[in-house]
């Protein structure tokens, strides 16, 4: 019965790679970000300049959380690798981005299931002068702008 002590220790060592991992790359993106944080900056500014940071750095891709599954769990610095993330991924970054400016009640993250494709996605709503507005990185790279989502583009409506 050597095997579950063993099956154990290697879940362990993943979740702590993944926790290490996580913090690593949180920390490079808010260091990034703080690059263009200026007091002066207005919100809409910081936003805009947050989302290309992130979008500029990261691809997309369809079932990417199924593709490349090990990169839910952080396993290094994903931040310095820089390659497709899932949307779950992307819009944490950017969240932990946007706090540097946003108070926590003013970024919000959003999931949402579709049907046909059948999918499950997150992105953020933000808000911005008492207004909310979409904010979907993974929706970059599908023709989604900033200000809309897979919702309010029509996605999965078949």
Same mark, same amino acid.
């Given at each position: 019965?050597v095997?579950? /002590?063993?099956i ?9 790679? &993944?926790?290490l991992?996580?913090y690593?790359a949180i ?7 703080r690059?263009?944080?200026? =007091?002066r900056?207005?919100?809409?500014k ?13 691809r &997309?891709t369809?079932?990417g959380?199924l =593709?490349?599954? $090990?990169?839910?769990?952080y396993?290094g ?5 820089g390659n497709?993330? /899932?949307?779950? !991924?992307?819009?944490k ?15 919000r993250?959003?999931w949402v299931a579709f049907k046909?494709?059948?999918i499950i996605h ?5 808000r911005?002068? @008492?207004?909310w !507005? &979409?904010?979907? /990185? $993974?929706?970059r790279?599908?023709? =989604? /702008?900033? +200000? ?5 583009n +029509?996605? @999965?409506s078949?």
């Open positions: 019965m095997i579950l /002590p063993a154990g220790m290697i879940l362990l060592v993943i979740a702590i790679l &993944s926790i991992g996580r690593a920390c490079n993106a808010q260091d990034a970000a690059s263009f944080l200026d =007091i900056i207005t919100k809409e910081y936003l805009q300049e947050c989302y290309e940071l992130i979008t500029n750095r990261f &997309s369809t079932y959380f =593709i490349y599954f $090990w990169r839910n769990f396993l610095n994903i931040w310095e690798k497709v993330l /899932p949307c779950e !991924i992307q819009s970054l950017l969240e932990q981005c946007l706090l540097q400016k946003f108070r926590k009640d003013e970024v993250s959003i046909r494709p059948l997150n992105f953020l709503e933000v911005v002068n @008492g207004k !507005i &979409s904010v979907d /990185p $993974w929706g790279r599908h023709g =989604i /702008p900033l +200000g809309e989502n897979m919702l309010s +029509g996605y @999965g078949n």
